[in-house]
């Protein structure tokens, strides 16, 4: 009777180490899936250097032609003063649509964001769109008025 009762015991606990394995291998599956869409690479239109044109779409006297971008594979850019040598902003692109993106800033680095985006988080939501000629139009909108940046890409 008492052996019976050390054999029930043991299986139990075998029974909860078995339970505990795959309810830790199933959180780590989820952990992993979370981080894997920062490594995803980017679209090929988005990969590549940009040079911004002289003004904003919304603003003629609103100077922008100083704005380089660089944008790699894996969505990452930077866009930076290319005039003044000034820091700009980096970090990394989301596309969540054919029409929208997540412009995510680096927080740890110096950071100087184009004065025509003044007010953006971190994490902003952005309208974007290609041109019939290959620009890249992205557009920010602070809720009082539109601010579209224009890129054509470096020869």
Known sequence: ??????????????????????????????????????????????????????????????????????????????????????PGIEGRLEVISDTELILHINKTVDTDIPVEWEGISYDQKMKYCFTHDGKLQISYDNGKKTSTLVFYKRS
């Open 1 to 86: 009777m008492v052996n019976m009762g050390l054999r029930r015991k043991g299986i139990i606990w075998k029974f909860v180490i078995l339970l505990l394995i795959v309810m830790l291998t199933l959180a780590l599956a989820g952990c992993s899936e979370g981080g894997k869409a920062e490594s995803e690479p980017i679209a090929e239109e988005f990969r590549g250097g940009w040079d911004c044109e002289e003004t904003t779409l919304e603003d003629p006297d609103s100077y922008t032609a100083y704005l380089h971008m660089e944008v790699s594979d894996d969505g990452s850019y930077s866009m930076y003063d290319a005039e003044a040598g000034n």
